[in-house]
């Protein structure tokens, strides 16, 4: 069982950054490929980014590669997604993941609101 909290979201002005962090729970926490999602106000939950167990691995939805970036410390259980330039259209709850063969765990989502 994985545990995933999120935090570092909150009200930001457009162009500003923030950097979300998911601490989770386990001691099996390097062996799990994690990302991040997001849900806009009325839409669907989308993939953000990925990494993988040993952080060498990174994946990105075409719409924020330039501007997102995850990173993860194994030894510290977090994940953590560096967002730059940020745009009112990143206004979402943004939930972590944790993902092993059949195994997926998530957070409760953190709130990211992007002003113009």
């Known amino acids: 069982q994985v545990q995933l909290v999120e935090s570092g979201g909150g009200l930001v002005q457009a162009g500003g950054s923030l950097r979300l962090s998911c601490a989770a729970s386990?001691?099996?926490?390097?062996?799990?490929?994690m990302g991040w999602y997001r849900q806009a106000p009325g839409k669907e939950r989308e993939f953000v980014a990925a990494i993988g167990w040993s952080g060498g691995e990174t994946y990105y939805a075409d719409s924020v590669k330039e501007r997102f970036t995850i990173s993860r410390d194994n030894a510290k259980n977090t994940v953590y997604l560096q967002i730059n330039i940020l745009k009112p259209e990143d206004t979402a709850i943004y939930y972590c993941?944790?993902?092993?063969?059949?195994?997926?765990?998530w957070g409760k989502g953190t709130l990211v609101t992007v002003s113009s």
């Open positions: 386990g001691r099996t926490f390097s062996s799990y490929r």
């Open positions: 993941n944790a993902r092993l063969f059949t195994l997926n765990y």
